[in-house]
T-cell receptor, first 114, second 110 residues
Framework: DTGVSQDPRHKITKRGQNVTFRCDPI?????LYWYRQTLGQGPEFLTY????????KSRLLSDRFSAERPKGSFSTLEIQRTEQGDSAMYLC????????????FGEGSRLTVL | RKEVEQDPGPFNVPEGATVAFNCTYS??????FFWYRQDCRKEPKLLMS???SGNEDGRFTAQLNRASQYISLLIRDSKLSDSATYLC???????????FGRGTSLIVHP
């Protein structure tokens, strides 16, 4: 399967714990995005990478959130000291520069903070 | 004002009906426009890109009105399998960040 994969698919954690999500994009895609989606809302932009460089980060993103894409391939999104308001679906998507800009999404990582 | 606005619906229509969704965007410099489909508890998937001249793919027609800053999606002869959330996506205008609307829910009933 050469699509976007995310891990874990589901994570239940207690408030105050740290969690990390991983995304493996389509191999030749140079842009990688993280979005967050809650019920009844569209995906909300968090951050994006072009190759290994993090080019933009949403100003809504608190400093408890950090993302990396160390070698321009897979990416991780870490949330420190989780809060109940962090409960959401975290979606990763990738795209290829020079194309129409279509985003290819992974199946998402669903986070529940108790 | 949100960057991309959609009526959340739900639009509840019988099979065979024609239904249309609109989406407005605030950044006049936006360059790329898309409709994505999202099934319940699944990831969004591209339905179609929206071109300036309008485009059609089977029962689906998408149009762009730059002057009024809106895009539309028309679904003809609705099927039960069309039931989903339709997300409007706008890109460009000095950014490579695709911005999503909140989605419009469509329910097609027998």
């Amino acid at each position: 399967d050469t699509g976007v994969s995310q891990d874990p698919r589901h994570k239940i954690t207690k408030r105050g714990q740290n969690v990390t999500f991983r995304c493996d994009p389509i191999s030749e895609h140079n842009r990688l995005y993280w979005y967050r989606q809650t019920l009844g809302q569209g995906p909300e932009f968090l951050t994006y990478f072009q190759n290994e460089a993090q080019l933009e980060k949403s100003r809504l993103l608190s400093d408890r959130f950090s993302a990396e894409r160390p070698k321009g391939s897979f990416s991780t999104l870490e949330i420190q000291r989780t809060e109940q308001g962090d409960s959401a679906m975290y979606l990763c998507a990738s795209s290829l520069i020079g194309t129409t800009g279509e985003l290819f999404f992974g199946e998402g990582s669903r986070l529940t903070v108790l | 004002r949100k960057e991309v606005e959609q009526d959340p619906g739900p639009f509840n229509v019988p099979e065979g009906a024609t239904v249309a969704f609109n989406c407005t965007y605030s950044n006049s410099a936006s360059q790329s426009f898309f409709w994505y489909r999202q099934d319940c508890r699944k990831e969004p998937k591209l339905l179609m890109s929206v071109y300036s001249s309008g485009n059609e793919d089977g029962r689906f027609t998408a149009q762009l009105n730059r002057a009024s800053q809106y895009i539309s999606l028309l679904i003809r002869d609705s099927k039960l399998s069309d039931s989903a959330t339709y997300l409007c996506v706008v890109n460009g205008g000095g950014s490579y960040i695709p911005t999503f609307g909140r989605g419009t829910s469509l329910i097609v009933h027998p």
